[in-house]
């Protein structure tokens, strides 16, 4: 029997962290009987209680590689992966990533010009170490890989996309009788606490009301949906903001990935707050506009070539820009659909190569 702990940031009944590991169930599950899979959250005081030696691979999946939080570096994720090197066991990255680094960072790696590392020369040895001997080590994105690159890692490194791109997108529609034969915008609002580009959610919130509302005019109905319970006050308070609300649905159902994609198959297009959202749209075929608040989105967006399409949120026209993405998307869909769908047919593939080589364990 081969022992698998996938270590991601679940339990907390977030849409987009637990479906990255639904995700990676329902490839696991290819692999047979003679491989067993176990979870646990990322946070130090769940992995702390793990016994490493119950496993013969470990994989990091959702979080972050490397944790920073208010300017300070956290490397407890990298110094668990090397204490499991150093016990023999394997290791791999399954389309993990780096977040919550200053805006200012995204230009500098644009430009390949060094940004200041986190850390001692003992951690870039051990992120060094950790990636060369993983078995495999796919990244969200290009930001993430740059970065990695910096610290020196030279070798055994893809950019392999989130693991949201294996939604399955043949998921049948859900009609949805309200919006039926209508223009419609799916809208995700929430809350990250304003841990956002510009520390101001309620200025976001008023920009992206005043566009929903001038959508409105354009004879487009709003559906506002929310992917955790945390988002619940935000999403109401957007909604009391917004005019002629017999043209707005609030839906706060928390609903699974697959009920979510069946659900945005019914939209024109979709604005999206959190970072999975734009997955679910992307797996629906259904154009998106993605609002920036943290490091992670940015990785995505220049994962797939779209930047065209993502709303800085520390941007001072927020409202404007929608709308003329919305132009936009309204008279390019056709190339813009295109290159979603090469885009999610290449990571697809990048994905489930390990599991082709049943996670390296034979």
């Given at each position: 029997?081969?022992?698998v702990l996938?270590?991601?940031?679940?339990g907390?009944?977030?849409?987009?962290d637990e479906l990255?590991?639904?995700l990676?169930?329902?490839?696991?599950?290819?692999?047979?009987?003679?491989?067993?899979?176990?979870c646990?959250n990322?946070?130090?005081k769940?992995?702390k209680?793990v016994?490493i030696?119950?496993?013969d691979?470990?994989v990091?999946?959702g979080g972050s590689?490397?944790?920073?939080?208010?300017?300070?570096?956290?490397?407890?994720?990298?110094?668990y992966?090397?204490?499991c090197l150093?016990?023999?066991?394997k290791?791999?990255?399954?389309?993990?990533?780096?977040?919550w680094?200053?805006k200012?960072?995204?230009?500098?790696?644009?430009?390949?010009?060094?940004?200041?590392?986190?850390g001692t020369?003992f951690?870039?040895f051990?992120v060094?170490?950790v990636f060369h001997?993983?078995?495999?080590?796919g990244v969200?994105?290009?930001?993430?890989?740059?970065?990695?690159k910096?610290?020196?890692?030279?070798?055994?490194?893809?950019i392999s996309g989130d693991?949201a791109?294996l939604?399955?997108?043949?998921v049948?529609q859900k009609?949805?009788?309200e919006?039926?034969?209508k223009?419609?915008?799916?809208?995700?609002?929430?809350?990250?606490?304003?841990?956002i580009y510009?520390?101001d959610e309620?200025?976001?919130?008023?920009?992206?009301?005043n566009?929903?509302?001038?959508?409105i005019?354009k004879?487009?109905?709003i559906?506002l949906y929310?992917v955790?319970r945390?988002?619940y006050?935000?999403m109401e308070r957007?909604?009391s903001k917004?005019n002629?609300?017999?043209n707005?649905i609030?839906?706060?159902t928390l609903y699974?990935h697959n009920?979510?994609?069946?659900?945005?198959?019914n939209f024109?297009f979709?604005i999206n707050?959190k970072l999975?959202p734009?997955?679910?749209?992307?797996a629906?075929?259904v154009?998106f506009?993605?609002?920036?608040?943290?490091?992670k989105v940015?990785?995505?967006i220049?994962s797939?070539?779209?930047?065209?399409y993502?709303?800085?949120?520390d941007?001072?026209?927020?409202?404007?820009?929608?709308?003329?993405?919305?132009?936009?998307?309204?008279s390019?869909?056709?190339p813009?659909?295109?290159?979603?769908?090469?885009?999610?047919?290449t990571?697809?593939?990048?994905?489930?190569e390990?599991?082709?080589?049943?996670l390296?364990?034979d």
């Open positions: 029997m081969k022992k996938y270590i991601g940031w679940i907390y009944k977030n849409l987009g990255m590991y639904e990676f169930k329902e490839q696991f599950a290819t692999l047979g009987d003679s491989y067993k899979l176990d646990v990322i946070e130090h769940y992995l209680n016994r030696d119950d496993f691979l470990i990091l999946g590689i490397i944790n920073r939080k208010n300017h300070i570096v956290h490397p407890y994720i990298i110094d992966l090397h204490q150093l016990l023999n066991k290791i791999m990255m399954w389309g993990t990533g780096i977040d680094l200053p200012s960072y995204i230009q500098q790696l644009e430009r390949n010009d060094k940004i200041p590392l986190d020369d951690l870039k051990k060094q170490k001997e993983s078995v495999w080590a969200r994105g290009p930001l993430t890989f740059k970065i990695l910096q610290y020196g890692v030279t070798d055994k490194l893809y693991s791109f939604l399955n997108h043949q049948p009609i949805l009788p919006i039926q034969g223009k419609t915008v799916g809208a995700n609002w929430g809350t990250s606490f304003n841990n510009g520390q309620i200025k976001v919130e008023n920009q992206l009301a566009a929903l509302n001038q959508l005019e004879d487009y109905t559906y929310t955790w945390s988002d006050e935000a957007l909604y917004l002629k609300t017999e707005v609030l839906d706060k699974s009920e979510l994609l069946a659900i945005i198959k024109t979709t707050f999975h734009n997955y679910l749209s992307l629906a075929n154009p506009i993605a609002l920036g608040y943290r490091f940015f990785d995505f220049k797939i070539d779209l930047e065209k993502i709303i800085a949120t941007d001072v026209d927020i409202d404007e820009q929608i709308l003329r993405l919305e132009q936009d998307i309204s390019n869909s056709s813009l659909l295109k290159k979603m769908n090469e885009a999610r047919e990571y697809y593939q990048r994905l489930i390990p599991f082709k080589n049943k390296f364990l």
